[in-house]
């Protein structure tokens, strides 16, 4: 398996066949886990740094009772490789700066990986197309115990999972479902929504996680209370919020079809028009256009467009994934003509 | 002859088959005469107005020295057929508020038309497509003398053609020439022009006349100077300067396609997928992308893309066309969406 590999083909949770499919694109689950015997990398040098790694990646690589999984170490992959691999939500944008003694693992089918050596010594995680928060968890759950078996995890029996950072000692779990909202921001609904959720200690963060802005009318909403509640807890209160959530999206789509349909269809139809004969565009705007387009897709107003298409398109726009096709580096105002280029031959146009 | 038939075919001027027919869409003249025996207009009551009507009407409708001339009293017209008028530059916004004894004569292919008792008895127009300043100059000129044959005109052998304003006092003629000049406003140059012209006595306007912006590019310029300067003065004016301004135009779109080709089909290219594709769009951006269109056909960039359609649309997607063409009164909102749709139709897209 190779990082060419993964641009020939989007991972599972790109193709947007899930339950609840419209509205909620993925469902993830991570797990940090420590090694015991090993200092927490906040207090590591290089040298037990080399150690954890190569002791993990002989019990990944070996371990037959977790999908197979492909081990890179980061020192081997090239800047852009280790932004195809944000892209793709396979490591964090933290993990990707590491220069040493770090790298992650990943089953074919994007559904398992495990970074090595980012914040904790393993970060366990299971992403899966669409809300499957129960099942995602039952996955995450099977994988958390084969590892375990080969590697003794820190583990406080009062406490639950010792981690490098407090806030996720305990379950050491975090549940995300990332969610595609576009008439509740047209709308300005999704003030309310962010204001209930953070009531119930939810966050909300953009398409690649802390910090990043949303964009494209994606928002990731996680539960990071990890100490004191149970893994189950945690899945419940994402099936209790996230169907909310949904219902709220679809009854707002609704609505703006009911009382406003000649402009949000022509919302969608410029917005298709525009990713099919542009020869510039940034990465932001594409995203602004392909949110349309997954609308439009959905409420029935583009048809015969491939939902898979535009939902790979969301990352294979993106500047790693961009690059890593064309096969060489691009400055960013090249790389906008090139993704012009790009996106219309994807879409078959002219 | 109806004006529906205005709806079924676009005039001469509107083909854009004239020379230097990219940049010069239309070269016109028009002549201002008042009849001997009869006040001013400015002086007139209802009852003389009506006379004057009469007199002209038969002297025009009989005449077989011009080319044929069908009158149409404006009383007869609906507010939107004035509307297509206006928009066909056969009359003047003025003009079509006319209530009483007013009228025009249009022949069949609208190269020549008379309005009667706008602010003088007679208004006669000479338009031709592309850059034909001494042409239209023949013409009108023999059109005049036909119609003078027949109508003898206010003429004082000092001051020449007596007039209701003093400004058209003379040979109460004006040249007007529009000029589309996409290239020099999108790098700023247009102002240096509208400076140079200003210091020549030449006035600048949009593309419906006197005060009216100018709107997707087009920009109408006139000799307006009629008092001391023969007839033929103005029509050289007006060939020394015009091949100025286009050879201008011509450098900067040169310029713009070395220097910045990407980008600029890029604008040519959106502004034609939105054309396409549109589903709601005002009277203004219809302009202001069909003159990246036009652009575009000219520069090569859109290929197999008709010109004429293109010129046509101009004028088509005005609010007096759309409704004469969809044969209903549209309020604006309305007439946005049914604008979309009609030009989606014209363009053969989805």
């Known amino acids: 398996m190779r990082i060419e590999d993964l641009i020939k083909e989007p991972g599972e949770w790109l193709r947007g066949t899930g339950p609840e499919g419209d509205i909620v694109i993925s469902s993830r689950i991570r797990l940090a886990r420590n090694v015991q015997g090993f200092p927490f990398l906040t207090r590591a040098d290089a040298k037990e740094r ?11 690589e070996g371990n037959r009772t977790v999908p197979k999984l492909h081990y890179f170490p980061l020192a081997e992959l090239s800047a852009v490789d280790r932004l195809v691999l944000v892209e793709r939500h396979l490591i964090s944008r933290e993990h990707a700066t590491s220069e040493q003694n770090a790298g992650v693992a990943i089953a074919k089918d994007e559904c398992v990986s495990v970074m090595v050596n980012e914040e904790d010594h393993l970060r366990i995680q299971v992403i899966r ?8 968890w039952d996955q995450a759950s099977q994988v958390d115990d084969a590892i375990g078996k080969k590697v ?4 406080h029996p009062e406490f639950g999972f010792l981690t490098a950072c407090p806030t996720n000692v305990g379950t050491g779990m975090r549940i995300s479902v990332l969610l595609h909202l576009p008439a509740l921001v047209l709308t300005k609904q999704i003030e309310k929504v962010f204001h209930a959720l953070g009531r119930i200690t939810f966050t909300v963060r953009g398409l690649y996680g802390e910090g990043t802005q949303a964009s494209g009318d994606f928002y990731q909403i996680s539960n990071q209370v990890t ?6 807890d945690l899945v419940q209160d ?3 919020v996230v169907p909310e959530i949904v219902r709220f999206e679809r009854t707002w789509r609704k609505r703006l079809m009911d009382e ?12 298709w028009a525009v990713l099919r004969h542009a020869r510039w565009i940034t990465s932001e705007e594409t995203l602004e256009y392909l949110s349309f387009v997954r ?7 583009l048809q015969g467009v491939e939902l898979g298409t535009v939902n790979e398109l969301f990352v294979f726009s993106q500047p790693g994934h961009l690059q890593k096709t064309m096969n060489r580096a691009l400055e960013a105002g090249d790389r906008d003509a090139a993704r012009a280029d790009w996106i219309r031959k994807r879409l078959g146009a002219e």
């Open 50 to 60: 080399a150690r954890v790694e190569a002791f993990i990646r002989g019990k990944l």
């Open 129 to 136: 197309s669409g809300f499957l928060a129960a099942e995602t």
């Open 152 to 155: 003794p995890f820190s583990f």
């Open 227 to 232: 100490l004191g509640k149970a893994e189950q």
């Open 238 to 240: 994402m099936r209790n």
């Open 260 to 271: 406003n349909r000649r402009k949000l269809e022509d919302r969608i139809w410029r917005a």
């Open 295 to 301: 609308l439009g897709v959905h409420l029935g107003v």
